[in-house]
């Protein structure tokens, strides 16, 4: 599992069972072995992944009441579902195409504030209108060497602010502005392999403490202290 | 350094705001100023704006910053040039500050057993720091004593060994085995003598997802479980590099599905794996569903898209996240580590359908804790666990029943530990609600 969603307006867990090409709605509190109050599974999902990454993000939208799945090889898309949904159902609409440059099994995020969506797609960070359908190019991207932007199994958008928080090729997370298009460099860095010689691959906010989470796994990079599982957290008031 | 009351442009009065050292000054001066410079070039005024009251604070809270986005390219617009926002590298800010916290385990988290009854050593795998260790078979961590300290550790980059999740010794050599479990897709061998960080004898690239392997030393094959695309893989003894398998069992007649402990019973020619039911032809979009767990048992020469010769399946079958498996070679009994179901389950090899376990090792006196990992030592009459909750392995006598206590522990952390159980910390999330971090194993 790489990528899933805690929807704090309607407390709930949203996560992908990856081998089973299911969406997996929990209530917020679930413990042990509750069952999922809604599955999104079947046929008229369309949802489908690769045989080495399966179905291993979902993204949730609790203002828009939508449930993103990245879906790979072919179609090379992102689906979209109501938050609500439950059984074999189709999805609202399919974001997909080679004009997309989506690859693989990206990482998703919206910014529901100003109505985008942000898709982590190889080392670059593609913008598009919130409900853009169908083969439909990014508005914006942000990529290239000044950038520095790298890829991230999850990342945010802190939407009051109007800021990305993305991984780094260097093992940096840093801050982008959504409207920023191009080789741009983010705002705000922390190293974080630099201080902790782990690499991140997870970021959470926590905007009560202005803290942000990281989770790190060793990931062919060993890290000194020789423990290779952790979660790590930063304070960064800047970015909120 | 800018002064004044206010300047005239275009017409229209505006308060000059200081940035940066100019707006500390002009704060002591009882100014509030905002000016924004052009970044090519040399520095020029480009728009000025009234900035809120703030009394002596020199923070500019954020709508500042949005409106001087507003004001830039409003007036770029009146000069006729484009929207800029550039940043060239240098002006990124880098926070070089130390984490507040962290969470992580300094123990091991154990994986997998594997016994070498001959030389009478235990070998545990841990993927919380990526090491094999070995211990005497005898050690005995009594209450009060401290962690049970290993003889060797294999560990490092050499070794390769990763998130691996099953250790297994050749009977006829005492080799070492490991299989990894996720970005390292592969087998490594050692010497059964191996310390520290040493090249692997030999290192079998395999399909993402290996779980579980073991040994037919008579037929001189290596039989490999994986989880998805579900299917079990037969390589010759000794195979390396990227040496494909000389047959699979996959396909939908074989039931397979997120296939994780194996187990060989030589003697009467039986493969049994056990599946945890989450399953999919990746090639169909909407194929997935979920069946129930299972153990589907196959002839041990299975080749292809073949039908198990039966199925244990049902509620009965206590069977909760099954992790590795055993068989007994005398009684052909095959043992199964029952992760969720914090057990050892026992069934007999000819067990079908939805029947329950012939005896089960469960309760609190059993020091059973997520167990994954499980081995039949039929020389000596024991059966092993190793327990991902608690960075202990546990042995107990081979018919053991129910809520028995452990022969001896194995343990490596301090008494009554609660592991983390980290498997892979690749994703969170966080509850604003509660607080929490939920962290995916």
Redesign the interface.
């Known amino acids: 599992?790489?990528?899933?969603?805690?929807d704090?307006v309607h407390?709930e867990?949203c996560?992908m069972?990856?081998?089973?090409?299911?969406v997996l709605i929990f209530r917020?509190?679930a413990n042990g072995?509750e069952p999922p109050m809604r599955v999104i599974?079947?046929?008229?999902?369309?949802?489908?992944?690769?045989?080495?990454e399966?179905n291993d993000k979902v993204t949730v939208d609790p203002v828009n009441n939508e449930i993103y799945v990245p879906?790979d090889p072919t179609p090379n898309g992102i689906l979209v579902f109501d938050r609500t949904a439950n059984g074999?159902v189709a999805p609202k609409r399919f974001l997909g195409g080679p004009d997309t440059q989506l690859r693989g099994s990206p990482a998703v995020a919206v910014d529901p504030v100003h109505n985008l969506l942000l898709v982590n797609s190889g080392d670059a960070m593609l913008i598009f209108d919130r409900t853009a359908s169908g083969n439909m190019k990014p508005k914006a991207v942000i990529r290239g060497p000044?950038s520095g932007m790298g890829r991230i199994?999850?990342f945010q958008v802190n939407a009051?602010?109007?800021l990305i928080i993305a991984g780094g090729r260097d093992g940096?997370i840093?801050a982008w502005?959504i409207?920023?298009n191009g080789d741009?460099?983010?705002?705000?860095?922390?190293?974080v392999q630099?201080?902790?010689g782990y690499v991140a691959?997870?970021i959470?906010?926590?905007?009560?403490h202005k803290?942000i989470?990281?989770?790190?796994?060793?990931?062919?990079i060993?890290p000194v202290r020789?423990?290779?599982?952790?979660?790590?957290?930063?304070?960064?008031p800047?970015i909120f | 350094m800018l002064s004044g009351m206010g300047l005239r442009l275009h017409g229209r009065t505006r308060t000059l705001v200081l940035g940066g050292g100019l707006a500390f000054a002009a704060a002591l001066l009882g100014l509030s100023w905002v000016v924004h410079f052009h970044s090519r070039g040399s520095a020029r005024l480009i728009s000025i704006e009234e900035a809120p009251d703030l009394g002596d604070s020199c923070y500019r809270p954020?709508s500042a910053s949005?409106a001087r986005?507003d004001s830039q390219r409003g007036l770029f617009a009146e000069f006729g040039e484009d929207t800029v926002?550039?940043?060239?590298?240098s002006?990124?800010?880098?926070?070089?500050?130390?984490?507040?916290?962290?969470?992580?385990?300094?123990a091991p988290?154990y994986s997998s057993v594997g016994v070498d009854v001959e030389r009478n050593e235990v070998f545990l795998q841990d993927?919380?720091?990526?090491s094999v260790r070995v211990f005497s078979r005898m050690d005995n961590a009594k209450p009060g004593a401290p962690p049970t300290e290993p003889r060797r550790v294999i560990?490092g980059?050499k070794s390769d060994v990763?998130?691996n999740s099953c250790v297994y010794i050749d009977p006829a050599n005492g080799d070492v085995y490991s299989v990894e479990n996720d970005?390292g897709d592969s087998i490594v061998t050692f010497p059964h003598d191996a310390t520290g960080d040493p090249e692997p004898k030999t290192k079998l690239k395999i399909t993402?997802r290996g779980f579980a392997m073991m040994l037919d030393n008579e037929n001189q094959e290596l039989f490999l479980s994986v989880?998805?695309?579900p299917q079990v893989a037969v390589y010759r003894k000794g195979a390396s590099g990227d040496e494909k398998p000389k047959r699979l069992i996959i396909g939908n007649k074989t039931r397979l599905s997120?296939s994780h402990g194996l187990a060989i019973d030589t003697r009467n020619k039986l493969l049994f794996v056990n599946n945890w039911g989450?399953?999919?032809d990746?090639?169909?979009?909407?194929?997935?569903?979920?069946e129930p767990p299972s153990i589907t048992v196959f002839a041990l020469n299975a080749d292809g898209n073949t039908a198990p010769l039966r199925v244990i399946q049902g509620p009965k079958t206590q069977l909760?996240w099954p992790g590795a498996m055993s068989v007994d070679p005398g009684s052909g009994d095959l043992y199964v580590a029952n992760d969720?179901g914090q057990s050892l389950i026992v069934f007999h090899g000819k067990d079908e359908g939805d029947a329950a376990p012939a005896r089960v090792v469960k309760g609190a006196r059993t020091g059973l804790s997520y167990p994954t990992g499980v081995f039949v030592d039929a020389v000596h009459k024991e059966v092993w666990a190793s327990n991902l909750g608690n960075s202990t392995a546990t042995v107990y006598p081979l018919m053991a029943n129910g809520d028995v206590a452990p022969l001896r522990i194995i343990r490596s952390a301090e008494e009554n530990k609660a592991s983390?159980k980290?498997?892979?910390?690749?994703?969170?999330?966080?509850?604003?609600?509660?607080?929490q971090?939920?962290?995916?194993n």
């Open positions: 599992m790489h990528g899933f969603g805690f704090a407390d867990i996560v069972s990856p081998l089973a090409q299911a917020g509190a072995e599974q079947g046929p008229k999902t369309r949802i489908q992944g690769t045989a080495y399966a879906t074999d000044n199994s999850s009051q602010r109007g940096f840093g502005n409207t920023d741009i460099p983010p705002r705000w860095k922390i190293p630099q201080l902790t691959s997870g959470a906010l926590d905007p009560a803290e989470i990281l989770s790190a796994a060793g990931q062919r060993r020789g423990i290779m599982n952790t979660v790590i957290t930063f304070s960064w800047e | 954020a949005l986005r926002h550039a940043q060239d590298a002006s990124t800010v880098s926070l070089a500050r130390p984490p507040v916290r962290d969470i992580l385990d300094t988290i993927s919380n720091t990526w560990s980059p990763q998130f970005i993402h989880q998805y695309p997120d989450n399953i999919s990746w090639q169909v979009p909407g194929s997935g569903r979920f909760d969720m983390l980290f498997g892979k910390t690749q994703a969170l999330v966080y509850d604003p609600i509660r607080e971090i939920l962290v995916p």
